[in-house]
Structure formats: structure tokens, C-alpha cells
């Protein structure tokens, strides 16, 4: 594997620690700061928010080299992680949550083009897929080792982690990625083209909805998992890692059955069985064991279908596909906020009906990607 992916790897691990510990340790930041656990949850939406407002920003980068601009963006990781270590209050630690977010959707976007122009030929999909691993490693290691911090010391041990770890990537990024070709600048307006096409809407649309149906339930899978599965507090952490795992095997073998059989194929597909789970959750999580599996192929198909995602909207956005690439983050991390606001709703009427609610998100999701696959695909020649 070249150091180059690894490195690119790298910075989405840190981008998955910051994103997703929140849904973990919601309790320990709501108990700390006096809030409710439904308000606790907008820290989840700033997040996003933020990943929404960072990404255009690409559009007045596009003449800049790939390498400075990751660089840059990992430095606006540090600060943001910074500003949430020391918050004193709920709005401090908004601030630093859609600090952190402003990067995240940029940093995929680029990360993503650089890892497909580093990929051998006919290995795009397994390449954007490792870039993307590391936000799924981050939620088989990092995100149950920030939920075990937070218990055992503080939640804002955390986000100081994630800080530390973005020097790092910093020092890795420069060493190993190389200075790869830039894009042809096609012009501010040539950058927002492939918007008048339908292909790329359905795609974000998918990505938005598709996502944002499984964020209904997995934002507030902490409470679920105690109070209707009947899971000891002490083996939370266990089980995010156990949510790990199936992101880590979703995304990697995606990325391999996209290369084989088509990301269009793939997305749709797993889209599709997202829509199935979702129902389950909500009809067996007082099952402890179901709960635990469900939750596992759940956590897969979210990111089973991200590279895919990744991949296919950098192909459909010719002369913009740097911000094709962060739109599709975009997407995601909106759907993340939706789904976390919704989600918030209906927990406070049952821990099981976000899982529920989340069903329609993921069924318009389904419909949208299918209708990309039957009728866009070889348009594309994807």
C-alpha cells in the first residue's frame, strides 16, 4: 500500500474521530454542561453545519496545489479541535464543533482526487476506499477510545486527542503525499457546470437523504443500546467498536466490489438494505444480540455506500470535481444534521422511533440512486 494513501488515510481518521465520538459521549457533554441530551445533539449539527459552509470555499482554491491545500486544511482541523478542548460553555463548544466541521468536506473532496490520481489503473474505488478507511478506523478505535476517555477522565480529552493527532497528519501529509498533477482550471463559473446536469443531483440527493435516515438512529445510538437493549453502560465502548468493525468491512469490500461490478451497482444495492435494517432496529433492538447485529450491518452500509458516493461524483462533475468531491461531503454531513435533528424529536417519545423515522429518509435515498444507476451510468461510462 503506498505511504501517500496512508497518509491521506490518516487526516480521515482524525475527520472521524472528531465527527462521530460526539455520538458516544453525548450523555458525559450533556451531564457536564447542564444540557438535555436532544440539545447535546446540535453539537452533532454544528458539525455538519460547518461542514456545509467549509466546502464551497474550494471553488476559490482551485489554482492552488492539492498538497498545500491539505495541508491547510488540516492545520483549521487542529484549531477547531483546540477550541472545543477548552470550551467553557454550550455556544463556546458550538463554536469549535463547526469549527472542526469546516474542513472535513474539503479535505474528502481533495483527499479523494489525490488518492484517484495516485491509483494504479483500474484500482480508483480501492483507492478512494483506503483514503476513506480512515474515517471508519476511526470509528473502530478512536471513537470507543474518546467514549472510554470520556468516562474514565473527560470528554474533552477527546478533542484534545484528535488536536494531537492532527500534527501528525500534518508532518505525514507533507512527507509522503507528493505534489500530483493539478486540475485544469476551468474558471469560477466553469466549476459550477456540472450542477445543470440531473446526475450529480441525484447522487447528492441520495448521499443527503440515504445518510441521514441511518444519522435519525445512529445519533442517539448510545441511549438505545442501554435503555431498550439493556447494555451495561461499561460495554458501550465494546460496542462502538463492534460499529467499527462493520465500517471498516463495509467500506473496504465496497471499495473492492465497486471496481468489479460497478459504484453505481454497489450504492444502490446497499442503499436499498439500509432501508431494511433501519426496520429491524426498530422492531428488535429489545433482543440484545439482534440489537448488536443489526447495529454492526447497519454501521456497514453506511459506509459501504460512501466510497462509491465519493468516487461517482468526482466522474459526473467534469471541471469541478474538487467541488464535486466536497459536495458530496456536503450531502453527507447534511443528511447528518437532519438526521441528528430528527432524530432528536423522536427520542423523546421512544429511543427506538429514530430508527424508525429514519426509514422514509433511507427509502428516498434507495429511489434516488436507482434512478442514477438505471438511467445515468453509462452516460457516464462509470
Not at 438526521?339 to 432528536?344: L, P, S
Amino acid at each position: 500500500m503506498k505511504k501517500s494513501l496512508i497518509a491521506l488515510a490518516f487526516g480521515t481518521l482524525a475527520l472521524g474521530i472528531a465527527e462521530f465520538t460526539m455520538m458516544g459521549i453525548l450523555p458525559y457533554v450533556a451531564t457536564d454542561l447542564g444540557i438535555t441530551i436532544p440539545q447535546a445533539g446540535h453539537f452533532i449539527s454544528a458539525y455538519a453545519l460547518g461542514v456545509c459552509c467549509g466546502a464551497p470555499v474550494l471553488v476559490l482554491a482551485r489554482k492552488i496545489a492539492l498538497k498545500k491545500i491539505l495541508l491547510s486544511l488540516v492545520a483549521l482541523i487542529i484549531v477547531g479541535n483546540l477550541c472545543a478542548t477548552v470550551a467553557p460553555n454550550y455556544w463556546i463548544l458550538m463554536l469549535g464543533r463547526f469549527i472542526s466541521g469546516l474542513p472535513h468536506g474539503a479535505y474528502f473532496g481533495v483527499a479523494s482526487i489525490v488518492a484517484s490520481k495516485l491509483a494504479a489503473k483500474g484500482k480508483s474505488s480501492e483507492a478512494v476506499s483506503i483514503m476513506v478507511a480512515g474515517m471508519t478506523v476511526a470509528n473502530l478505535f478512536g471513537v470507543p477510545l474518546g467514549t472510554s476517555l470520556s468516562q474514565s477522565l473527560s470528554w474533552r480529552t477527546t478533542f484534545l486527542l484528535v488536536a494531537m493527532w492532527g500534527v501528525i497528519v500534518l508532518y505525514y501529509i507533507w512527507r509522503w503525499v507528493p505534489n500530483v498533477e493539478g486540475l485544469e482550471d476551468t474558471g469560477f463559473k466553469g466549476q459550477f457546470r456540472f450542477l445543470r446536469h440531473p446526475a450529480p443531483w441525484l447522487l447528492l440527493g441520495a448521499t443527503a437523504l440515504g445518510n441521514g435516515g441511518v444519522f435519525c438512529w445512529y445519533s442517539y445510538i448510545n441511549p438505545l443500546l442501554t435503555n431498550v437493549s439493556k447494555f451495561s453502560d461499561e460495554s458501550i465502548t465494546a460496542l462502538m467498536m463492534l460499529a467499527g468493525f462493520g465500517m471498516v468491512a463495509g467500506n473496504l469490500i465496497s471499495g473492492r466490489m465497486s471496481d468489479r461490478y460497478t459504484p453505481g451497482r454497489v450504492g444502490t444495492l446497499v442503499q436499498g438494505a439500509l432501508c431494511i435494517i433501519l426496520l429491524g432496529i426498530y422492531f428488535l433492538s429489545d433482543n440484545p444480540w439482534l440489537s448488536a447485529i443489526l447495529m454492526t450491518l447497519c454501521t456497514a452500509g453506511l459506509f459501504a455506500v460512501s466510497s462509491p458516493e465519493q468516487l461517482l461524483i468526482i466522474r459526473v462533475a467534469p471541471g469541478g470535481e474538487l467541488l464535486g468531491g466536497a459536495c458530496v461531503q456536503m450531502a453527507f454531513n447534511l443528511g447528518n444534521a437532519i438526521g441528528a435533528y430528527v432524530g432528536g424529536i423522536a427520542v423523546t417519545h421512544s429511543y427506538t422511533l429514530p430508527a424508525l423515522s429514519g426509514v422514509p429518509f433511507a427509502l428516498c435515498g434507495f429511489i434516488l440512486f436507482l434512478i442514477f444507476y438505471k438511467c445515468y451510468q453509462k452516460e457516464y461510462n462509470i
